[in-house]
C-alpha cells in the first residue's frame, strides 16, 4: 500500500480498511475507538484465550 494511498484511507475511513493483492483480500485495518474495543480485538484474534474459552464451555 503506498503512502499516498495510505493517507487516503486516513481521511476517509470510517470502518475498517481492506488490503487486497490481486484483486483478492490479504488484511483488514482496524481502527479501535478505545482500550476495551483494542482489548476485544485482541482476544477475538487469540487462539490461545479461544482455547481457553472453549475448556471452559460444558
Known amino acids: ?30 481502527a479501535p475507538e478505545d482500550d476495551e474495543d483494542l482489548e476485544r480485538i485482541l482476544l477475538a484474534r487469540s487462539l490461545r484465550f479461544r482455547s481457553l474459552l472453549d475448556k471452559s464451555r460444558p
Open 1 to 30: 500500500m503506498s503512502r499516498r494511498t495510505l493517507r487516503r484511507s486516513k481521511r476517509s475511513a470510517a470502518g475498517p480498511i481492506v488490503i487486497t493483492r490481486n484483486g483478492k483480500p490479504v488484511a483488514v485495518l482496524l
